[in-house]
């Protein structure tokens, strides 16, 4: 099984390559979401993101996400990273794909405590 792990800052990289150092992991992606700052001139920041694919040193793909636009998807692809990808819905907005395509937003981030009250109410827990 690949598995692709999901990071936001450059000390979680570090977080992660040093876990990937220290054990057998199934670990082959690492996701750098929202790396990259737009600018008021309409440029883009990618020093993170950069910064990022370095640390990694080709040991994993990368995935660059947030921020991607038509206007912004070719300086990302200049910063090394493997893949680039983005959501659907403002992909719509844009007309990037089609306008009957429908999207469908799912997180792993589980609130326990609501959860359990859940499963109580519904007889589940």
Known sequence: MCVEIETRTLLEVIEVLHYASQRKT??????????????????????????????????????????????????IGQSGVTYISRSLAPAVRYKWFSDTVKALDVSLKIDTELSLEVGRRTKQA
Not at 47 to 69: P, Y
């Open 26 to 75: 199934s670990v082959t992606k690492i996701m750098l979401d929202n790396m990259v700052v737009p600018l008021s001139n309409r440029d883009l920041d990618v020093s993170m993101l950069k910064e990022a694919v370095e640390l990694i040193n080709g040991r994993f793909e990368t995935e660059a996400s947030g921020n991607i636009t038509l206007d912004t998807v070719n300086k």
